[in-house]
């Protein structure tokens, strides 16, 4: 259950895209279409953003959107807005109902 | 509207057991895989142990396996986690969280606001 490597960090314009990613393995990412997306603002618990890669929760605006190609996941944002800025996780199925989570994205709407 | 309390931490010292309780509203608990989720001071998530929904398959981290246990009551609508030989590492806020859909997929769509463990002596 190693951790699935993000950026530290990432930043971006309000208006513009950013990605950010998320890179496992084989035995994660690479294997399994189990994919979620998590946002965290300071102080705050987690909120439920992606899962299975590329859907949203209902409530969680289109301008947040996933993709996975091989061993790498990827959460791309849309016209960023400044309550965007916060710290984002990837998670995935890691084989035998185990899960790894990301290191965490921290964002910065500039 | 689906709510998660969390409860039962505090400070403990290297070696020591704690049991968090998560008392769960809002929703059929008997329905749903349940998760723990720590997150030591300043540092990222990290998956701890999930329990599905009838409670006999249980599923943990391997740095708590042995000292760490899961376990629910649907009666009371409640998740706990059971530590004991707890060490400096197991330092965190500890969340419960529910699982939408099965104990197979990170679809952790509801969430407590955490309940800190310190393990210092």
């Known amino acids: 259950q190693s951790a699935l490597t993000q950026p530290r960090s990432v930043s971006g314009s309000p208006g513009q895209s950013v990605t950010i990613s998320c890179t496992g393995t084989?035995?994660?990412?690479?294997?399994?279409?189990?994919v979620s997306w998590f946002q965290q603002l300071p102080g705050k618990a987690p909120k439920f953003m992606i899962y299975?890669?590329?859907k949203r929760p209902s409530g969680v605006p289109d301008r947040f959107s996933g993709s996975k190609s091989g061993n790498t996941a990827s959460l791309t944002i849309s016209g960023l807005q400044a309550e965007d800025e916060a710290v984002y996780y990837c998670?995935?199925?890691?084989?035998?109902?185990?899960?790894?989570f990301g290191g965490g994205t921290q964002l910065t709407v500039l | 509207e689906v709510k998660l309390v969390e409860s039962g931490g505090g400070l403990v010292q290297p070696g020591g057991s704690l049991r968090l309780s998560c008392a769960a509203s809002?929703?059929?608990?008997?329905?749903?895989?349940m998760t723990w989720v720590r997150q030591a001071p300043g540092k990222g998530l990290e998956w701890v142990a999930t329990?599905?929904?009838?409670?006999?398959?249980?599923y943990y981290v391997e740095s708590v396996k042995g000292r760490f246990t899961i376990s629910r009551d649907n009666a009371r609508d409640s998740l706990y986690l059971q530590m004991s030989s707890l060490r400096a590492e197991d330092t965190a806020v500890y969340y419960c969280?529910?699982?939408?859909?099965?104990?197979?997929?990170?679809?952790?769509?509801?969430w407590g606001q955490g309940t800190l463990v310190t393990v210092s002596s």
């Open positions: 809002g929703f059929t608990f008997s329905f749903y895989p």
């Open positions: 969280a529910r699982a939408f859909r099965s104990a197979y997929s990170p679809d952790f769509d509801s």
């Open positions: 998670c995935s199925h890691a084989g035998s109902y185990t899960f790894a």
């Open positions: 329990v599905k929904q009838e409670g006999s398959e249980r």
């Open positions: 084989s035995s994660d990412v690479g294997t399994y279409d189990y």
């Open positions: 299975d890669v590329n």
